[in-house]
């Protein structure tokens, strides 16, 4: 497979990031795992992204054969993502800018998200690029399940629509996505490519159970053999539902013989600050009103190298957003041999095999999320029969090496294509 130059192009996703703050999540894990991995296999990859802090350095060599550079479009400080549709101009212009003074040629352009997606078709019209677009998460999707009476997306859908038409691929992660795009979008299904996104197997591995629970001694300090754990590692918002999963606890209360405690894993900064973390004081206020207060610990931010420690602790791990386009948490617990816990939505109802990884539920339905823990946490073997199961899964279908290798092989086929 010869050597393929990607202009990979995330205006807010970046790579280098913190993760785990209000627009710093799967997404850049996505960008950056996917990029390594192109260049592991012999492909070189720049990563454009907006400059969103003052002292950034325009490029950083991240590793061999992957650049993040940062354009100026707008102010360079933080801005939420919603407030960056204004500034894609500037970010296309910032980055022809680029390409005319760095001097090097690219291959293929690839989008990520919508702002992205319309500076992805914008080189392609004048740069006559071959292009890929993968939206992460589609506006008509995110209109139904999480912000209804949001009339911002009607921009971001009418950006998609043109997207969808004025690229030469897009790519879903799930087959409901690629439902979506044809039904929602009218998308030419021969344009779509399915690519599922994927987890880094290396650091996301099995643990003994005690080890991991041993390493978190200080937070769970209280913890006896006998107490059950369940795990949701993720951003702390509303539409994340981490609202069911307390309220599911508190009906396992008098179902269960052994204490259950939930680590809620995630947030704007490491100690759990509601003035940082808005959704944090309302699932707080929602624990103490259920008596389930002193069952729930609040972990706060951590680091990606931690999380194996948070997954290989628990029984369970589990995961009701109300909607996820794939659901990166969901296969790290995977990954980590622990059985999955989901709601029956979006990418989970695709990585979740029902009934031989883990368990799909309707979301919002804390007593069909009780009722399926209830089950699990007494059935020991089970449990780890279905963990061995889900760890088996994603290494065969869900490693960062395989999804670049599928990417890698739409770039050359596009390129074959419009070179014919």
């Known amino acids: 497979m010869s050597r393929t130059s990607i202009a990979l192009i995330s205006e807010h996703a970046n790579p280098l990031a913190q993760l785990g703050g209000a627009d710093a999540g799967g997404q850049n894990v996505y960008i950056g795992e996917l990029s390594q991995h192109l260049a592991r296999i012999g492909h070189s990859v720049d990563i454009f992204t907006r400059r969103d802090t003052p002292t950034q350095p325009a490029i950083v060599e991240w ?16 801005l939420p993502k919603a407030q960056l549709w204004p500034l894609m101009p500037h970010f296309r212009d910032a980055l022809l800018t680029f390409i005319q003074n760095d001097g090097v040629r690219y291959d293929v352009v690839h989008g990520n ?6 500076v992805a078709a914008e080189l392609r019209r004048l740069c006559h690029l071959p292009t890929v677009q993968l939206f992460h998460a589609i506006g008509t999707t995110r209109r139904r399940f999480l912000q209804q009476g949001d009339t911002s997306l009607d921009e971001c859908i009418r950006i998609e629509t043109e997207v969808i038409q004025r690229v030469d691929h897009v790519v879903a992660q799930c087959p409901n996505e690629w439902s979506e795009l044809v039904n929602d979008y009218a998308a030419d299904p021969h344009k779509l490519v399915l690519i599922p996104g994927a987890v880094n197997t290396s650091l996301f591995h099995p643990l003994p159970r005690t080890l991991a629970r041993q390493s978190l001694y200080l937070e769970l300090q209280e913890l006896t053999p ?7 590692v993720g951003r ?10 307390i309220r599911a606890l508190a009906l396992l209360r008098t179902r269960l013989s052994h204490p259950v405690l939930l680590l809620v894993v995630g947030g704007e900064t490491a100690d759990a600050n509601p003035a940082h973390t808005p959704e944090l004081a309302m699932l707080t206020q929602l624990a103490e009103q259920l008596g389930v207060r002193k069952q729930v610990v609040f972990v706060g931010h951590r680091p990606q190298e ?9 029984d369970a791990v589990v995961t009701m957003s109300w909607y996820e386009s794939f659901g990166l948490t969901a296969l790290e617990g995977m990954a980590c041999g622990r059985p999955v816990i989901g709601s029956r939505v979006g990418g989970l109802a695709f990585t979740i095999l029902d009934g031989q990884t883990g368990f799909l539920v309707p979301p919002r339905e804390p007593e069909a999320l009780a009722q399926r823990l209830a089950f699990l946490l007494q059935q020991p073997e089970f449990r780890d029969q279905l963990g061995h199961a889900a760890r088996q899964r994603v290494e065969q279908e869900f490693t960062w090496t395989l999804t670049a290798r599928r990417f890698a092989t739409l770039y050359q086929q596009l390129l074959a294509y419009t070179a014919a």
Do not use: C
């Open 236 to 245: 702390l918002r509303p539409n994340k539902d981490i609202r069911t999963i």
């Open 306 to 314: 931690q999380l194996p420690f948070y997954y290989g602790a628990s």
């Open 226 to 232: 006998e107490t059950h754990i369940l795990v949701y």
């Open 63 to 78: 590793m061999p054969g992957v650049r993040v550079i940062h354009l100026p479009a707008g102010p360079s400080h933080h």
């Open 113 to 118: 998200y919508w702002m992205s997606g319309w």
